[in-house]
């Protein structure tokens, strides 16, 4: 079992950047493939990024293709997601998630984090 905790979350005018971290727990970290997804007011969770479990495969969403960046350092147990160029409508809960195959799908994941909020001001 893998707990998961994000931050870096916050307020961002349009055209910045963020980095959000999710720190995982447990010593199998390694044996996870991560993902990210979000869920804005109203709208479903969706699919934002996801990283094979030795981050040598990396899939992204159309919505944020060029603009954002996963990544991980499994000495850390932690998973990165670099956002860049920031568009009011990534305004949303932003989560991270463990898996044991690498998929966008949201019934694939098996543990979550609490999510951290990312406001994107016009």
């Known amino acids: 079992q893998v707990q998961l905790v994000e931050s870096g979350g916050g307020l961002v005018q349009a055209g910045g950047s963020l980095r959000l971290s999710c720190a995982a727990s447990g010593r199998t970290f390694s044996s996870y493939a991560m993902g990210w997804f979000r869920q804005a007011p109203g709208k479903e969770r969706e699919f934002v990024a996801a990283?094979?479990?030795?981050?040598?495969?990396?899939y992204y969403a159309d919505s944020v293709k060029g603009r954002f960046t996963i990544s991980r350092d499994n000495a850390k147990n932690t998973v990165y997601l670099q956002m860049n160029s920031l568009k009011p409508e990534d305004t949303a809960v932003y989560y991270c998630a463990a898996s044991y195959a690498t998929g966008r799908g949201i019934y694939e994941y098996d543990y979550w984090g609490q999510g951290t909020q990312v406001t994107v001001s016009s």
């Open positions: 990283i094979s479990w030795s981050g040598g495969s990396t």
